[in-house]
């Protein structure tokens, strides 16, 4: 008989997901999906339906890896004018990979945002120098706090800096940081000799340009999700190593990559099985859409903790 899916909160998920046990899974995962068949990773590029008439878009994400054997599609709303709503909502489906009946439905809002931070940092333990220690945050939305708590399990930051659209949203952040933050009032001034730049922003045209950045520096690029938005001017990407999550979508959705005509060098998957070197000592670029397999993986973690712990949770 058909069972009612369990309903996992974001509350909930960010109770279970431990950020390093999701740092070894997500960093085994892309492995595993830069090993083409031989990783047991099927991952369409997602399909994107513009929302054109609400200036909104609907990403849907199905995933699945035979590893762990977990099967999931990510339900994705991106609004970016969205001002009391999150600009992102999302669902996680969890099917169960025997017999495909829905065993959960897990909010993706909290998912999204841990699993994209840890992808990074993933990406910036092989990329970045081991002596980083500024860190800029251009964005400082929902990205940038999940970023900063990501890439404080690799670096120990004397200083991070903050670019946003308004400063308000700046000095928000800042306040939760605490005393190495520093609100910065431009782009130039926030990555001035910094080692790690993130970029987390909802711009549509390059914000960071290659002269203001220091040679050697490692760059997050999160954001500019289509493939007409951009964070990057073009110079930047053709003068970095450029690596990416996934080839085949920063090929198709990376308005960063396909409107510079840069090189990708490598996935970070070729990098984690040594396959592709890791040019840390060179100004590098991890080109990030955000992949299926990451939301799996992350919804793997929060089910099968749930399912030993969940009754508990709301006590705790
Ligand atoms: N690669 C991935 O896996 C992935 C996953 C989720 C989100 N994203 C992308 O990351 C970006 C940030 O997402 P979020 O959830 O933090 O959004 P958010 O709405 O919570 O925050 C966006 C922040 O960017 C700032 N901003 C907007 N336009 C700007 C500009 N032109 N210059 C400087 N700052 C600007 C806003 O003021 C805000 O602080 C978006 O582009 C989103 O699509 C990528
Ligand atoms: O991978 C993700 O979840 C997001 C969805 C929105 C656009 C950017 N990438």
Excluded at 14 to 37: M, R
Excluded at 80 to 107: C, F, R, Y
Aim: aromatic share 6%; glycine share 8%; net charge negative.
């Amino acid at each position: 008989m058909l069972q009612a899916p369990k309903y996992i909160s974001g509350e909930e998920v960010e109770k279970l997901l431990d950020l390093k046990e999701l740092l070894t899974s997500i960093e085994t995962g892309l492995g595993n999906y830069s090993k083409g068949k031989d990783g047991g990773v099927v991952q369409p590029v997602r399909l994107v339906v513009p929302i054109e008439k609400h200036h909104g878009n609907l990403g849907v994400m199905p995933g699945y890896s035979s590893f762990e054997d977990a099967l999931a599609t990510k339900v994705v709303a991106f609004y970016p004018e969205n001002k009391d709503l999150p600009t992102h909502q999302a669902w996680v489906l969890m099917q169960d990979p025997t017999n495909g009946s829905l065993n959960a439905i897990i909010d993706g809002g909290s998912i999204t945002a841990i699993r994209t931070g840890i992808a990074s940092a993933v990406a910036t333990k092989h990329l970045a120098n081991p002596n980083s220690h500024i860190l800029t945050l251009l964005g400082a939305g929902v990205q940038a706090r999940s970023h900063f708590k990501a890439l404080l399990l690799l670096h120990k930051f004397d200083e991070v800096r903050i670019f946003s659209r308004t400063r308000a949203s700046a000095q928000k952040l800042a306040k939760e940081i605490g005393k190495t933050a520093k609100v910065c009032s431009s782009v130039e001034e926030a990555v001035e000799d910094a080692d790690i730049i993130v970029t987390v922003s909802f711009a549509t045209t390059p914000i960071l340009k290659a002269e203001w950045v220091k040679p050697g520096a490692h760059i997050n690029a999160v954001g500019a999700c289509r493939p007409d938005w951009r964070e990057l001017e073009s110079s930047l990407m053709q003068q970095s190593v450029v690596y990416c999550d996934s080839r085949e979508a920063c090929s198709q959705e990376s308005g960063d990559v396909i409107l510079s005509g840069c090189d990708i060098y490598a996935e970070i998957g070729e990098v984690i099985n040594g396959e592709k070197l890791a040019l840390w000592e060179k100004t590098t670029v991890f080109k990030s859409v955000g992949m299926a397999i990451e939301d799996v993986l992350s919804a793997k973690i929060v089910f099968d903790k749930y399912m030993r712990i969940g009754s508990t949770l709301a006590e705790k």
